[in-house]
């Protein structure tokens, strides 16, 4: 299983593509999917406020926005080893 946090804020609608993108990808690869919201944590608020989606898996981050689900399955793998 790969745990993916998706770095978000609310009503990012871009946000919602990247979830929605996972939650299909989740179908053929075991995904655990933590939406984390940025704007709760004035660190992570001052780090991805701006880039929103983001993907993080370990220490390995993705710019999501407008990413299509074939580029972030790709990344996924990647990361995944």
Same mark, same amino acid.
């Given at each position: 299983? %790969?745990? /993916?946090? #998706?770095?978000?804020?609310? +009503?990012?609608? $871009?946000?919602?593509?990247? $979830?929605?993108?996972?939650?299909? #990808?989740?179908?053929?690869?075991? $995904?655990? %999917?933590?939406? /984390?919201?940025?704007?709760?944590d004035?660190? $992570?608020?001052?780090?991805? #406020?701006?880039?929103?989606?983001?993907?993080?898996?370990?220490?390995?981050? #993705? +710019?999501?926005?407008? %990413?299509? +689900?074939?580029?972030?399955?790709?990344?996924? +793998?990647?990361?995944?080893?």
């Open positions: 299983m %790969i745990r /993916v946090r #998706l770095m978000a804020r609310p +009503d990012c609608g $871009l946000c919602d593509e990247a $979830l929605g993108a996972l939650r299909r #990808l989740s179908r053929r690869t075991s $995904l655990d %999917i933590e939406r /984390v919201d940025v704007t709760r004035p660190d $992570l608020l001052g780090r991805y #406020l701006v880039r929103v989606p983001v993907l993080v898996v370990g220490g390995a981050e #993705l +710019d999501a926005a407008g %990413i299509d +689900d074939a580029a972030i399955g790709r990344w996924l +793998d990647e990361v995944a080893g």
